[in-house]
């Protein structure tokens, strides 16, 4: 069974920084886009940035020039780097990935969440 596992989530003070981590663990499966989306309490769900296996990244115009993504490929991993972080980022981060295990089609995974609280 193809999964995505989050960690990396607290509490962190306006202008900190943390690092999320997402690894997609199963056996036999192909990634596309990986990325990460969040909600906050009482919102929607929103994108965060997105990282195609080979292609432009795209980031919410909200974390441009604060938060960066990367992923790992040869470790199954996405990373979101996040500085400069305030309150306004407060929400559960979910990773998002689209994957395709041996023998099926493509589909949409996305992790457990994680929560990151800016607050001082």
């Known amino acids: 069974q193809v999964q995505l596992v989050e960690s990396g989530g607290g509490l962190v003070q306006p202008g900190g920084s943390l690092r999320l981590s997402c690894a997609a663990s199963?056996?036999?499966?192909?990634?596309?886009?990986m990325g990460w989306y969040r909600q906050a309490p009482g919102k929607q769900r929103e994108l965060v940035a997105t990282?195609?296996?080979?292609?432009?990244?795209n980031y919410a115009d909200s974390v441009k020039g604060r938060f960066t993504i990367s992923r790992d490929n040869a470790k199954n991993t996405v990373y979101l780097q996040m500085n400069n972080l305030k309150p306004d980022d407060t929400a559960v981060y979910y990773c998002?990935?689209?994957?395709?295990?041996?023998?099926?089609?493509?589909?949409?995974?996305w992790g457990q969440g994680t929560q990151v609280t800016v607050s001082s």
């Open positions: 199963g056996s036999q499966f192909s990634i596309g886009t």
């Open positions: 990282m195609p296996s080979g292609g432009p990244t």
């Open positions: 998002n990935a689209y994957m395709k295990p041996l023998f099926k089609w493509w589909m949409e995974y």
